[in-house]
């Protein structure tokens, strides 16, 4: 069964500060199809980051994505107000076509 | 601006069917290369991919439902629509809609969400 790892789960951290997000795969993932989303409480998730490393239209750049194979972070260079969320990764490909991790909850 | 609006009963009985329906703006459900999908996520917090469908009709359902769902496309009314039969507890949450991104012919993730639409089914 496939399944993706998000650590921590939750990263306690101010505004200012550099977050490093990580999302492990437990098999590889294809053509590093792999997504990032925030969710802020009582919105839907919003698409940040695509193919592990493209930011989506509209996003800061002060998100970035990296990694390949099993091993993605989700990289906020500098936390704004508007950051403190849940970030969930995403993978295409393997069975069942889509599956999300749990989730890191940055807490202020 | 791309805008959908998930719409049906906020509540349903265990044993019958959850019905929604996701209307689109902005955008025609039946453009060439268009994926729609379905995501819901548990009061826990977890998001599960529900399913998808090609502009052409084509689906593609998560196994774990596979056997009780329905997806479709009203393209007179620019909606996309789920059936989820046999509704149970375990399928209570918010149920969002959501437009893929289509790159190269490859579906790989969710572009444009719906708000949502809470649903609890009760026994």
């Known amino acids: 069964e496939f399944v993706l790892t998000q650590s921590p789960g939750i990263l306690s951290l101010s505004p200012g500060d550099r977050a490093t997000l990580s999302c492990r795969a437990s098999?590889?993932?294809?053509?590093?199809?792999l997504a990032w989303y925030q969710q802020r409480p009582g919105q839907a998730p919003r698409l940040l980051i695509y193919g592990a490393s493209n930011r989506a239209d509209g996003i800061p750049d002060r998100f970035s994505g990296s990694g390949s194979g099993t091993d993605f972070t989700l990289t906020i260079s500098r936390l704004e107000p508007e950051d403190f969320a849940v970030y969930y990764c995403?993978?295409?490909?393997?069975?069942?076509?889509?599956?999300f991790g749990p989730g890191t909850k940055v807490d202020f | 601006q791309m805008h959908l609006q998930e719409s049906g009963p906020g509540l349903v009985r265990a044993s019958e069917t959850l019905s929604l329906t996701c209307t689109v703006s902005g955008g025609s459900i039946s453009s060439g290369g268009s994926y729609w999908g379905w995501v819901r996520q548990s009061p826990g917090g977890g998001l599960e991919w529900i399913g998808d469908i090609y502009f052409t009709g084509v689906t593609h359902y998560n196994p774990s439902l596979m056997s009780r769902l329905i997806i479709s496309l009203d393209t007179s009314k620019n909606q996309v629509s789920l059936e989820l039969t046999s509704a149970a507890a375990t399928d209570t949450g918010v149920y969002y809609c959501?437009?893929?991104?289509?790159?190269?012919?490859?579906?790989?993730?969710?572009?444009?969400w719906g708000q949502g639409a809470h649903v609890t089914v009760s026994s």
């Open positions: 959501a437009r893929l991104r289509n790159s190269h012919f490859v579906p790989h993730c969710f572009e444009f």
């Open positions: 995403q993978q295409y490909g393997i069975s069942p076509r889509f599956t």
């Open positions: 098999q590889s993932v294809i053509s590093n199809y």
